[in-house]
């Protein structure tokens, strides 16, 4: 069975013929949003129909930013009907990253979290991901609030995903929630 992963968020209308931003969530997007690509829709909108496709017609970088055409959004009103729509593709569960420092987030999440002393920490329970940075969401071992770390190589030493657990660096603050 495969995992549906977000690989982007569509943004606002850009010109009149139905072109959108789209804010990329992968380190692929010429490889996402490549011309002929069909991406399922999820809209968070309450009452927003439920999940359909879309297919790139073309793609191209503006002043640091993704615009996409779709063939299903032909001008600046529907356009703005899809501005907040998430895109997401299906993946395969044995596909993994090109760079072993990457993640997909159905990879991580149900992972141990440990401390770099070996000390339980709890679960990782989802990671939000931030325009600044990514956070990771643990459930403690015990009883008590979520905790949430940010997903930096200074905060989070290791990953190994193999091994299942997640190393997290104990630095004052950071997780004094579970000692209470």
Do not use: C
């Not at 073309?58 to 600046?76: K, N, P, Q, Y």
């Amino acid at each position: 069975m495969s995992e549906t992963i977000v690989v982007g968020r569509i943004g606002k209308p850009h010109g009149i013929r139905g072109e959108v931003s789209v804010e990329p969530r992968t380190d692929e997007p010429d490889r996402r949003f490549a011309v002929g690509s069909q991406l399922q829709t999820q809209d968070k909108r309450p009452g927003a129909p439920g999940p359909a496709h879309l297919t790139v017609a073309g793609t191209r970088w503006h002043s640091g930013r993704l615009l996409v055409r779709f063939e299903e959004i032909a001008d600046r009103n529907a356009a703005e009907e899809a501005r907040g729509t998430l895109l997401l593709i299906p993946l395969d569960p044995d596909e993994h990253p090109a760079d072993p420092e990457e993640f997909y987030d159905h990879q991580l999440v149900g992972l141990a979290v440990v401390t770099t002393d070996g000390a339980g920490v709890g679960t990782l329970r989802e990671i939000v991901h931030g325009t600044a940075q990514d956070l990771l969401v643990i459930t403690p071992g015990g009883d008590g609030p979520d905790v949430l770390v940010p997903f930096v190589s200074a905060l989070v030493p290791e990953v190994d995903v193999p091994g299942g657990r997640i190393v997290v660096a104990d630095l004052p603050g950071l997780l004094s929630d579970l000692d209470d």
